[in-house]
């Protein structure tokens, strides 16, 4: 099932967001003990690090320390670097959560693209011993305003990817260049997926995206989208 929501503001978005994760959490906690999610970067962090905290302090049952946190992508830079992913979401988001806070699955940017693409799977495969492909609860995508969603860029090879979880760019369009990412074969097994995009300059892409996940959900690739976006 595919639903788009449209917020008149961004602070109205992040809230809404919040409420969603936080139900989502407690919900997978209830049922089986612990809470996956994907996290992406970019205008993804700032909207959780306002609205995720407050949100969660006031539902005890979405309890952060039984999350296994892993990044969609990560872009490879030191974690102090303000385009790090991982860096942003340790100093933004999770200091904000109470200890010992989740458990968090990372890139090492300094392994380099193929060794850091290599141990981000092996982690991911040991963090989901069952299946072949782990199932996240709940993976929060971004959108880029030329449709790139993770680090998979429109017409890119990565998108043709069909075995591994993870994949790494050296080209990527936008800077930084070396990127480590999430592959389709990953995002399509997971049991939610939310596409977060604010602001105008996504508007138009967005467009477009709802059309192509109009065919997905037909053709029953992804389980359930809901989407949530702002156009204006
Ligand atoms: O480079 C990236 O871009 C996308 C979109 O970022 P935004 O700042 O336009 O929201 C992001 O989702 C992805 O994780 C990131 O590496």
Redesign the pocket.
């Known amino acids: 099932m595919a639903a788009v929501s449209v917020f008149p503001s961004q602070r109205e978005l992040g809230a809404a967001l919040a409420r969603l994760v936080t139900e989502a959490a407690a919900e997978a906690v209830a049922s089986s003990g612990r809470f996956t999610l994907g996290l992406?970067?970019?205008?993804?962090v700032a909207l959780l690090a306002r609205e995720l905290p407050p949100a969660l302090s006031a539902a005890p049952g979405a309890d952060p320390s039984r999350w296994l946190v892993a990044f969609?992508?990560?872009?490879l830079v030191p974690p102090e670097h303000p385009e790090s992913?991982g860096g942003a979401y340790r100093s933004q988001v999770f200091s904000q959560l109470p200890p010992p806070g989740p458990q968090v699955l990372s890139v090492s940017p300094e392994l380099g693209p193929a060794a850091a693409a290599r141990d981000y799977e092996e982690q991911l495969r040991k963090a989901f011993p069952g299946p072949a492909v782990p199932q996240f609860d709940l993976l929060l995508?971004?959108?880029?305003?030329d449709g790139?969603?993770?680090?998979l860029f429109p017409g890119h090879a990565l998108l043709q990817e069909q075995h591994s979880l993870v994949g790494f760019l050296e080209d990527?369009p936008?800077p930084p260049p070396r990127?480590v990412t999430m592959t389709l074969p990953l995002l399509n097994s997971a049991r939610r997926v939310l596409l977060?995009?604010?602001g105008a300059s996504?508007a138009p892409v967005l467009k477009v995206w709802g059309e192509i996940l109009g065919i997905w959900a037909k053709s029953g690739i992804w389980g359930e989208i809901g989407g949530v976006g702002i156009l204006g």
């Open positions: 992406s970067g970019g205008s993804l969609c992508d990560e872009r992913t995508l971004g959108l880029g305003p790139h969603t993770c680090s990527s936008k990127r977060v995009a604010a996504k």
